[in-house]
């Protein structure tokens, strides 16, 4: 979207023999607007299923199924989400873990609820650990924080969730034992995170299993995360 308006803005300020109506400026959004939303569905996995008129866009189209497919199974939007977020930290765990945070508003249809699952400092830390830097670290053990996710989906499942807790679990569970195929954002950023970790043997050695990083297609299996 700041693309699209900045492109619009730049083609007033170099049409300086043509005065831009604002006609022609919405005209122009418009155009590129579509155009950016076309680039990203290139990316994205959208799917909408016409039962239960619910839909679930994720960067994981895999992701996106298993979101409609506890809609079907007659769970609400956030058991969706709940589930579609568990299969995220087996699909894509350069960019999602049972290590990270939460953040939710949810509107129930007559209120907004907000959820604060921010990882909270370890209780035997001292601050004084940090004294002198300018910025928190961000590699290593100082910069881990006691994560709140897992609490998070908890507390949503049983505030506002319709299926079993468990249930949820599931499709991230199947895909994690079974195996799932790397798609190609994900290879990208999984190639990028070496070059990261490469001093964190421990990071290297969940992230590389096989010693070597995933390729595009490749079949990833997380047989302990499934345990």
């Known amino acids: 979207i700041p693309t699209a308006l900045a492109h619009c803005v730049g ?4 049409s300086a023999l043509h005065r831009m109506t604002e006609a ?11 155009s950016a939303f076309h680039t990203l569905a290139a990316f994205v996995g959208a799917l909408r299923d016409a039962r239960t008129q619910g839909a679930a866009v994720l960067v994981s189209s895999v992701a996106a199924q298993i979101g409609i497919s506890i809609l ?6 956030v058991d969706a989400a709940l589930a579609t977020a568990i299969a995220l930290t087996v699909l894509e765990p350069v960019s999602a873990g049972l290590g990270g945070d939460a953040f939710a508003i949810i509107w129930d249809g007559s209120r907004v609820h907000g959820l604060n699952a921010s990882g909270r400092s370890p209780l035997a830390l001292n601050p004084e650990k940090f004294s002198g830097l300018d910025q928190m670290p961000e590699l290593g053990w100082d910069s881990v924080t006691t994560p709140g996710v897992v609490s998070a ?9 319709r299926l079993p807790f468990k249930t949820l679990f599931e499709p991230a569970i199947r895909y994690a034992r079974d195996g799932y195929h790397l798609t190609p954002l994900v290879a990208r950023q999984w190639r990028s995170l070496h070059s990261t970790y490469k001093d964190y043997p421990d990071a290297l050695a969940y992230y590389y299993p096989r010693g070597r990083i995933p390729e595009l297609g490749d079949v990833l299996t997380s047989p302990e995360l499934a345990d």
């Not at 022609?24 to 579509?34: G, K, M, T």
């Not at 989906?153 to 969730?161: L, N, P, R, T």
Request: hydrophobic share 45%.
């Open 153 to 161: 989906w908890a507390a949503m499942s049983e505030k506002f969730g």
């Open 72 to 77: 079907q199974r007659g769970g609400n939007a």
């Open 24 to 34: 022609d400026f919405n005209d122009c959004l418009s155009a590129n607007l579509i």
């Open 11 to 14: 083609n007033i300020r170099l």
